[in-house]
Each structure stands twice: as structure tokens, then as C-alpha cells.
């Protein structure tokens, strides 16, 4: 097992550490922790879902060197940005190193880092972290600051040359267009964006087995475990990587260490009911418009069939919008429900899923006790057990919708959708209104 011995002496330096108000998404956010206080540092993890004031507080208090932002959410990248505007304006000039899944460097060190004014870096990763303070604590942040020049200047450059080509693009298009050649007519036809895709609109639209929402406070885990995509959890959520291992070494590794701390877990979290499985899902009538997908009022509506009712005779409630591709089939995710001028009502099937709080109280425990390798390897069972009772949950709302014949009989390929529909979540590409989630 990983095993980290504490650097021992004067502490190097301070850090204050928290996860940004709104996510409460905290692992990349603990291993920072993990890895800077194994390495001499001492680490103020102030913990989810805070507000600018309690993170300036606590670095007051500390007087700590920096302060490290983390979130998941696309989301949070909103936030970190009206955080680093208010301590602008506070006129607070401490280093400021931010992560997270939805961050990328380059909108991090160019678009960021204008705003807050310097002093302010990126972190892939906890050891791009334990980096960043090793370089505070020698005073050689310059080092960061020319690399990140570097970085930009090569962008810039790559950035010009794309434009350049972009406008003879267009203007050998402007000509073609003044002369009315044929060519004119290709690149209006590739220019345009159209209001829909060729998403097809004559799929017969499934029977949902009720209206609106019901709770499923009972889940059986057993029917859960079968659903855990095993290569997430090995590798990313536990970090055991194939490295220049060969398949058979890897496998043989994964048979005598890891394998073993699964049944274990699977054992322990059902029989201390530490996993607490829960679902809420329901079906809502709906219909597209554009790239808006409009959910009516389903009070007294029949669900047999969905298209003997039409869309201008119920009443809107909820209406989401996504963005179209620019590109390839200029997809949107509201082309794949039936139009409003089709006068058909189409099904829009939602679910939410959860494996407790207690899952969440126990890595808090050993985390603060210091037990990093039991706290990484519960952490990872919690969060890829709830992924599995999603897949598990969407696979029984396609029974339910009679549109489960194309599954796929193998579960793992069920990751890689091999069946008819898609799960999105708020907060990624297709559907990045984080606010949806209130709806």
C-alpha cells in the first residue's frame, strides 16, 4: 500500500486550502493536503463549499503564504473568478494557486491571471501543488511566472496562424460569393448554422410508465457492485496505474493487491451500512424548440401513448437551453425530443442518485486521523458505487421505457454507451448551465 512518512523540522511554509462555495467535491483538494504536509508544509484545509469571507478570514488568522482554490464544477470556475475579482478590489495580493477537473492551464494563466494581476498559477495535480510551494518557499516564483510567459508567447503565435488562414478562408469565400460561383453556395451551405440538425423526428416516442417524479429509498448494493466500472476506480479513483507494466503483469498485480481491497470494501460498506443507496427519477412531457428543450405540466395528462395529447395544449413549466455544435453535425441535445410544430409531446426521463451521508462521514474521519490510504481507497468506492447506480438506474428507466432491447449484454461496454439514449449531467460541454441543476 502507498505509504507517505511526514517530513519532519520547521514547517516550510503555509498554505490555506478550500473548495470553492457552491462544490463539494473535495479529493483533489485532500491529496494537495496529503502532499503538502507529508513535505514539511502546513496546510489550513478549511474544507467544501466556502465562501470568499471564510477563506480570507482563515488566512488572515494564519497568515499563511497562499491560498489554494479548488472545484469540480464548471461551475466553480465562475466562482473562482468572482472570488479573485473581490480580492482585487479588497486589495489582497497573496499568491493564489487554483485546480480542478473543469479548469484548463490556459484560462487559468492567461484569462485569470489578468484578472487577479499576477500571482497566480495553475495546478495539474497535487504534486504541481507541492511545485508551486517549493518555489514560494525559495523565493524563485519567477521560475513559474517565465514558464507561464513562455506557454502564452507559443499560444499567441499558434493563435495568429490559425487566424490568418482563417481570414483568406473567408475572403477567397467573399469572392466566390461576389462572382456567384458555385463555390459560393458550398460555403454558405458549410457556414450557416442551422436551427436543427438531421436528427431524425419520425422515432416512435416511448410510453412512460407514470408522470413526474417517485423515490426509491431501497436499493439493493449487491444489484449496484456489477454496475462499478472497475478501470475507473483502479486506476483513476485509486491511482493504480499500468505504468510499463504488460497486460499480463498488470492483471496479476491487480489479482494479488487490489482485487482483494475490493471484495473487502464491498463486504464492509453493505454490512456496516456505510453505502446508503437512493434514487429519485421520474418522466415529464416535453417538446424541442430550437435549442430549447421546453417540460410541461403533467397533471391528468394519459401516458399511453405520449402523442395523443399535442404540445400547444399543455402548459410550459420548465424550459432548458444548450448549446449547438459549431462543427460536424451541429448537434444540440434538444434535436433528439420531437419538435413543438410537430404537435407531438415527446418523454424527458430525469434521475438523481446518492449513496448517503454516512459514506461522506467516514473518509472525513480518516482523513482527519491521518489513515490517507483507507480514506483514498473509501473515497473512490463512494464516488464510483453512486456512477454505478446512475448506469444501473438509466439502464431501468430504458426497461421501463421499452427502448432497452439495443443494451449491450456486457456491462462494461455499457460504459462506452452501447445502447439507445444518452445521460448527460449539468456542467459538461452539452449541457454547461450549472443553474439547471435547480430546476
Given at each position: 500500500?502507498?505509504?507517505?512518512?511526514?517530513?519532519?523540522?520547521?514547517?516550510?511554509?503555509?498554505?490555506?486550502?478550500?473548495?470553492?462555495?457552491?462544490?463539494?467535491?473535495?479529493?483533489?483538494?485532500?491529496?494537495?493536503?496529503?502532499?503538502?504536509?507529508?513535505?514539511?508544509?502546513?496546510?489550513?484545509?478549511?474544507?467544501?463549499?466556502?465562501?470568499?469571507?471564510?477563506?480570507?478570514?482563515?488566512?488572515?488568522?494564519?497568515?499563511?503564504?497562499?491560498?489554494?482554490?479548488?472545484?469540480?464544477?464548471?461551475?466553480?470556475?465562475?466562482?473562482?473568478?468572482?472570488?479573485?475579482?473581490?480580492?482585487?478590489?479588497?486589495?489582497?495580493?497573496?499568491?493564489?494557486?487554483?485546480?480542478?477537473?473543469?479548469?484548463?492551464?490556459?484560462?487559468?494563466?492567461?484569462?485569470?491571471?489578468?484578472?487577479?494581476?499576477?500571482?497566480?498559477?495553475?495546478?495539474?495535480?497535487?504534486?504541481?501543488?507541492?511545485?508551486?510551494?517549493?518555489?514560494?518557499?525559495?523565493?524563485?516564483?519567477?521560475?513559474?511566472?517565465?514558464?507561464?510567459?513562455?506557454?502564452?508567447?507559443?499560444?499567441?503565435?499558434?493563435?495568429?496562424?490559425?487566424?490568418?488562414?482563417?481570414?483568406?478562408?473567408?475572403?477567397?469565400?467573399?469572392?466566390?460569393?461576389?462572382?456567384?460561383?458555385?463555390?459560393?453556395?458550398?460555403?454558405?451551405?458549410?457556414?450557416?448554422?442551422?436551427?436543427?440538425?438531421?436528427?431524425?423526428?419520425?422515432?416512435?416516442?416511448?410510453?412512460?410508465?407514470?408522470?413526474?417524479?417517485?423515490?426509491?429509498?431501497?436499493?439493493?448494493?449487491?444489484?449496484?457492485?456489477?454496475?462499478?466500472?472497475?478501470?475507473?476506480?483502479?486506476?483513476?479513483?485509486?491511482?493504480?496505474?499500468?505504468?510499463?507494466?504488460?497486460?499480463?503483469?498488470?492483471q496479476a498485480a491487480l489479482a494479488e493487491t487490489i482485487e482483494p481491497v475490493f471484495a473487502r470494501l464491498k463486504t464492509e460498506l453493505r454490512e456496516q451500512e456505510i453505502l446508503q443507496p437512493k434514487v429519485v427519477y421520474g418522466y415529464w412531457p416535453c417538446a424541442s424548440e430550437g435549442n430549447d428543450l421546453i417540460v410541461y405540466e403533467h397533471d391528468g395528462l394519459d401516458t399511453t401513448p405520449p402523442t395523443a395529447v399535442k404540445a400547444s395544449d399543455l402548459t410550459e413549466v420548465l424550459r432548458f437551453s444548450f448549446p449547438r455544435q459549431s462543427g460536424r453535425k451541429h448537434l444540440c441535445i434538444s434535436d433528439f425530443f420531437r419538435p413543438v410544430e410537430s404537435g407531438q409531446v415527446d418523454v424527458l426521463a430525469l434521475h438523481c442518485v446518492t449513496m448517503g451521508?454516512?459514506?461522506?462521514?467516514?473518509?472525513?474521519?480518516?482523513?482527519?486521523?491521518?489513515?490517507?490510504?483507507?480514506?483514498?481507497?473509501?473515497?473512490?468506492?463512494?464516488?464510483?458505487?453512486?456512477?454505478?447506480?446512475?448506469?444501473?438506474?438509466?439502464?431501468?428507466?430504458?426497461?421501463?421505457?421499452?427502448?432497452?432491447?439495443?443494451?449491450?449484454?456486457?456491462?462494461?461496454?455499457?460504459?462506452?454507451?452501447?445502447?439507445?439514449?444518452?445521460?448527460?449531467?449539468?456542467?459538461?460541454?452539452?449541457?454547461?448551465?450549472?443553474?439547471?441543476?435547480?430546476?
Amino acid at each position: 500500500e502507498p505509504h507517505l512518512d511526514k517530513a519532519g523540522g520547521k514547517p516550510r511554509g503555509s498554505i490555506v486550502l478550500a473548495t470553492v462555495k457552491g462544490d463539494v467535491h473535495d479529493i483533489g483538494k485532500n491529496l494537495v493536503d496529503i502532499i503538502l504536509s507529508n513535505n514539511g508544509y502546513t496546510v489550513h484545509n478549511i474544507g467544501i463549499k466556502q465562501p470568499l469571507h471564510a477563506i480570507i478570514e482563515k488566512w488572515q488568522e494564519t497568515g499563511a503564504d497562499a491560498i489554494g482554490l479548488s472545484g469540480l464544477l464548471v461551475k466553480s470556475v465562475h466562482v473562482m473568478e468572482e472570488n479573485l475579482r473581490e480580492m482585487v478590489d479588497l486589495g489582497h495580493r497573496v499568491p493564489v494557486i487554483l485546480g480542478g477537473a473543469a479548469l484548463s492551464r490556459h484560462y487559468a494563466e492567461d484569462h485569470l491571471r489578468s484578472v487577479y494581476g499576477g500571482l497566480l498559477y495553475y495546478g495539474k495535480d497535487a504534486f504541481e501543488g507541492l511545485r508551486f510551494m517549493d518555489l514560494l518557499a525559495t523565493d524563485t516564483l519567477d521560475t513559474l511566472d517565465t514558464e507561464i510567459g513562455e506557454r502564452l508567447g507559443k499560444r499567441a503565435n499558434a493563435e495568429r496562424v490559425i487566424a490568418e488562414s482563417n481570414a483568406k478562408r473567408n475572403a477567397s469565400a467573399q469572392a466566390a460569393a461576389a462572382t456567384n460561383s458555385p463555390k459560393s453556395t458550398t460555403v454558405a451551405a458549410v457556414s450557416a448554422l442551422p436551427a436543427r440538425s438531421a436528427v431524425a423526428t419520425d422515432i416512435a416516442i416511448p410510453a412512460p410508465p407514470f408522470w413526474g417524479s417517485r423515490v426509491v429509498e431501497h436499493v439493493e448494493l449487491d444489484s449496484i457492485y456489477p454496475f462499478i466500472n472497475t478501470v475507473a476506480l483502479f486506476r483513476g479513483q485509486w491511482q493504480f496505474k499500468k505504468g510499463k507494466l504488460s497486460d499480463e503483469e498488470y492483471q496479476a498485480a491487480l489479482a494479488e493487491t487490489i482485487e482483494p481491497v475490493f471484495a473487502r470494501l464491498k463486504t464492509e460498506l453493505r454490512e456496516q451500512e456505510i453505502l446508503q443507496p437512493k434514487v429519485v427519477y421520474g418522466y415529464w412531457p416535453c417538446a424541442s424548440e430550437g435549442n430549447d428543450l421546453i417540460v410541461y405540466e403533467h397533471d391528468g395528462l394519459d401516458t399511453t401513448p405520449p402523442t395523443a395529447v399535442k404540445a400547444s395544449d399543455l402548459t410550459e413549466v420548465l424550459r432548458f437551453s444548450f448549446p449547438r455544435q459549431s462543427g460536424r453535425k451541429h448537434l444540440c441535445i434538444s434535436d433528439f425530443f420531437r419538435p413543438v410544430e410537430s404537435g407531438q409531446v415527446d418523454v424527458l426521463a430525469l434521475h438523481c442518485v446518492t449513496m448517503g451521508s454516512a459514506v461522506s462521514e467516514l473518509t472525513r474521519k480518516l482523513f482527519e486521523a491521518n489513515d490517507y490510504t483507507e480514506y483514498l481507497y473509501t473515497h473512490g468506492m463512494g464516488v464510483e458505487t453512486a456512477e454505478a447506480l446512475a448506469e444501473l438506474w438509466h439502464k431501468r428507466i430504458r426497461q421501463e421505457l421499452g427502448i432497452a432491447g439495443d443494451d449491450s449484454p456486457k456491462v462494461r461496454e455499457l460504459f462506452t454507451q452501447h445502447y439507445r439514449g444518452s445521460r448527460y449531467s449539468p456542467g459538461y460541454p452539452a449541457c454547461p448551465e450549472m443553474r439547471d441543476q435547480e430546476k
